[in-house]
């Protein structure tokens, strides 16, 4: 029978639990719980504090609280709160009972719940030691060749299907892992052989336009410097990686089916800061062929109209040693860089209205040479 409390309280039934929350106060207490606390506080709650000491009683025998640890463990799993079952595990291996039986077992069951967490390395290394206690373990070997799998051990993870079938060869598990991993490691071996193959044929791409190179006589500066210092002659001590185009395209020297050179040229045309990019310039190519393809309709940015193809001058930008030292290219000569300089993979020239005021300022203190 209720009680109503004075002041018009919430009734509470004999025996001092709160009809509204007789329930959650039931679950206070230890005999009626039906979950235990993460944590206890033995000043708040010491009644469970109690029952906590004497179920890990010190003077139980390591087996039997490695046992219960391994217990503990399992219900955490279970509730798949899989951080809290490896802290109960590891404390029940800390027992270090004389069974290895029992030790297998925990260190199985810690190798699942690392592995549903994602640590495959730290499950691997439990899968092992549990073969070290037990060797005929099946779990450990199962999980130890799961754990392979997923690292992409695939020739481990055969192996130690074989050696689990050897013990039992109907087991469901070993015969999809040892299926699953022997046909990704046959893709493996494939990818491997395909790259050897592109890597070769890359090698030898790059020392045939190593050879072309050097066979021009082509000056090479790999990164430019403040110095602007010359690469040596002698190309076979380049790196064959250091050729490459800085350009926005990506595009970088090659040598086509008729083995002749192919570059990424950039014009600048400093007094109106506006540029153009040709990713493949033909080495027989003349720079008037070009400059008749760009300004076959004058830009829009030539407001006095006069980039016309006849009317301009090309200049080679690549300094020399001095850094004072500038050639003009005769548009109607064939692209030979011979006596250029080529930074970075890019040859880079300016192009200029002939006699202009702006291009005899810009010359007025460089050293001009007609290439």
């Given at each position: 029978?209720?009680?109503?409390?004075?002041?018009?309280?919430?009734?509470?039934?004999?025996?001092?639990?709160?009809?509204?929350?007789?329930?959650?106060?039931?679950?206070?207490?230890?005999?009626?719980?039906?979950?235990?606390?993460?944590?206890?506080?033995?000043?708040?709650?010491?009644?469970?504090?109690?029952?906590?000491?004497?179920?890990?009683?010190?003077?139980?025998?390591?087996?039997?609280?490695?046992?219960?640890?391994?217990?503990?463990?399992?219900?955490?799993?279970?509730?798949?709160?899989?951080?809290?079952?490896?802290?109960?595990?590891?404390?029940?291996?800390?027992?270090?009972?004389?069974?290895?039986?029992?030790?297998?077992?925990?260190?199985?069951?810690?190798?699942?719940?690392?592995?549903?967490?994602?640590?495959?390395?730290?499950?691997?290394?439990?899968?092992?030691?549990?073969?070290?206690?037990?060797?005929?373990?099946?779990?450990?070997?199962?999980?130890?060749?799961?754990?392979?799998?997923?690292?992409?051990?695939?020739?481990?993870?055969?192996?130690?299907?074989?050696?689990?079938?050897?013990?039992?060869?109907?087991?469901?598990?070993?015969?999809?892992?040892?299926?699953?991993?022997?046909?990704?490691?046959?893709?493996?071996?494939?990818?491997?052989?395909?790259?050897?193959?592109?890597?070769?044929?890359?090698?030898?791409?790059?020392?045939?336009?190593?050879?072309?190179?050097?066979?021009?006589?082509?000056?090479?500066?790999?990164?430019?410097s403040n110095e602007e210092e010359e690469v040596s002659d002698a190309l076979?001590?380049?790196?064959?990686?250091?050729?490459?185009?800085?350009?926005?395209?990506?595009?970088?020297?090659?040598?086509?089916?008729?083995?002749?050179?192919?570059?990424?040229?950039?014009?600048?045309?400093?007094?109106?800061?506006?540029?153009?990019?040709?990713?493949?310039?033909?080495?027989?190519?003349?720079?008037?062929?070009?400059?008749?393809?760009?300004?076959?309709?004058?830009?829009?940015?030539?407001?006095?109209?006069?980039?016309?193809?006849?009317?301009?001058?090309?200049?080679?930008?690549?300094?020399?040693?001095?850094?004072?030292?500038?050639?003009?290219?005769?548009?109607?000569?064939?692209?030979?860089?011979?006596?250029?300089?080529?930074?970075?993979?890019?040859?880079?020239?300016?192009?200029?209205?002939?006699?202009?005021?702006?291009?005899?300022?810009?010359?007025?203190?460089?050293?001009?040479?007609?290439?």
């Open positions: 029978m209720a009680e109503v409390g004075a002041g018009g309280a919430a009734p509470r039934y004999r025996g001092g639990l709160n009809e509204s929350t007789w329930e959650q106060e039931l679950e206070t207490i230890p005999m009626f719980m039906t979950r235990c606390p993460a944590e206890i506080d033995a000043a708040r709650q010491p009644e469970l504090a109690c029952l906590q000491s004497l179920l890990f009683d010190e003077e139980r025998s390591p087996e039997e609280l490695a046992r219960l640890y391994k217990n503990e463990g399992n219900e955490y799993f279970k509730e798949k709160d899989y951080g809290k079952a490896v802290l109960s595990y590891t404390e029940g291996l800390k027992k270090k009972c004389q069974d290895p039986e029992l030790g297998a077992v925990l260190l199985t069951n810690r190798a699942a719940a690392q592995a549903r967490l994602g640590n495959y390395r730290s499950a691997l290394n439990d899968a092992i030691q549990a073969r070290r206690l037990k060797p005929s373990h099946l779990k450990a070997i199962v999980r130890g060749a799961l754990c392979h799998l997923e690292l992409k051990n695939f020739s481990e993870a055969v192996e130690w299907c074989e050696e689990g079938l050897q013990i039992d060869p109907k087991e469901k598990k070993l015969l999809e892992v040892r299926a699953k991993a022997s046909k990704l490691k046959r893709i493996e071996e494939r990818d491997v052989r395909k790259a050897k193959v592109m890597e070769r044929k890359e090698q030898s791409r790059k020392e045939s336009l190593l050879a072309a190179i050097k066979e021009r006589n082509i000056k090479v500066v790999l990164e430019p076979a001590e380049m790196s064959l990686d250091g050729f490459h185009s800085d350009n926005a395209l990506g595009a970088k020297v090659h040598l086509d089916a008729d083995g002749s050179l192919n570059w990424p040229v950039l014009f600048l045309y400093p007094e109106h800061e506006q540029t153009d990019f040709i990713a493949a310039f033909h080495e027989n190519t003349r720079f008037i062929d070009h400059l008749m393809v760009m300004f076959a309709e004058l830009p829009p940015w030539d407001l006095e109209r006069k980039y016309l193809p006849s009317n301009l001058e090309v200049s080679n930008s690549t300094f020399n040693f001095s850094c004072d030292f500038w050639g003009k290219i005769n548009q109607m000569t064939p692209f030979n860089l011979c006596r250029y300089f080529v930074k970075a993979g890019t040859p880079t020239v300016l192009a200029f209205v002939k006699r202009s005021p702006f291009s005899k300022k810009y010359f007025s203190s460089k050293k001009v040479h007609r290439l």
